[in-house]
């Protein structure tokens, strides 16, 4: 059973500022993918960043990258250049051979003016 | 890119009607969808997996006869609440998987008055 921990309910950000998001994990399984999604007060679930377990080079999307430490479970998003559109749930998640995504319980982000 | 749609977007009934819930992937087919609970402020919770062709699997807790899932065709799924009551209120999700990723549906928010 794969399980997704998130330990920080809640963040602020300046605008422009950088800010980093916290996940760990735990999997017994040897393939596995780590993703981050963002759900914006429409609640329509957006995909963030994907991290393939097997790939050690950590995965970026412009101003989103993570810090992907394998030995230790750690999957951290950091976001740079925080923008008012960037404030959503943030919800770290992974995915073994079944498919099934077991999300963390999400970190709330407020990018303040 | 894949795109999920969900219909109704918000749905209200009365207590001991039953209602479905829509699920299409537009462009892509998917063998398998899934179906998702989501609480206000709170994390995804898998109800089920959707096979195409098959019965649903559903996740412990999760009544299956009060949540019946029909995977009717490679692009939809659909899931119906039986016997509402007000508990059953809540935002229904579904997503379709394809390769390694799933795509998401805008959503449904049912309310049982």
């Known amino acids: 059973a794969q399980t997704v921990t998130q330990s920080q309910p809640e963040m602020s950000v300046q605008e422009a500022e950088t800010v980093t998001l916290s996940c760990t994990y735990d999997t017994s399984e040897n393939n596995y993918y780590l993703f981050w999604y963002k759900q914006p007060p429409s609640r329509q679930m957006i995909l963030v960043i994907r991290q393939e377990a097997y790939k050690q080079q950590n995965a970026t999307e412009n101003r989103f990258s993570v810090n992907f430490q394998k030995a230790a479970k750690s999957f951290s998003l950091k976001i740079s250049d925080s923008q008012l559109g960037d404030t959503a749930m943030y919800f770290c998640?992974?995915?073994?051979?079944?498919?099934?995504?077991?999300f963390g319980k999400g970190t709330k982000l407020t990018v303040n003016p | 890119g894949a795109v999920v749609s969900q219909h109704p977007s918000w749905v209200i009934c009365k207590s001991g009607t039953s209602v479905k819930i829509e699920c299409r992937s537009l462009d892509f087919q998917a063998t398998t969808m899934f179906w998702y609970r989501q609480f206000p402020k709170q994390s995804l919770m898998l109800m089920a997996t959707s096979n195409e062709g098959s019965k649903a699997t559903y996740e412990q807790g999760v009544e299956k006869d009060k949540f019946l899932i029909n995977h009717a065709s490679l692009t939809l799924s659909t899931l119906t609440v039986t016997s509402a009551h007000p508990e059953d209120s809540s935002f229904y999700i579904c997503s379709a998987h394809i390769i390694y990723e799933q795509y998401f549906g805008p959503g449904t928010r049912l309310t049982v008055t």
């Open positions: 998640a992974a995915q073994g051979g079944s498919e099934k995504l077991v």
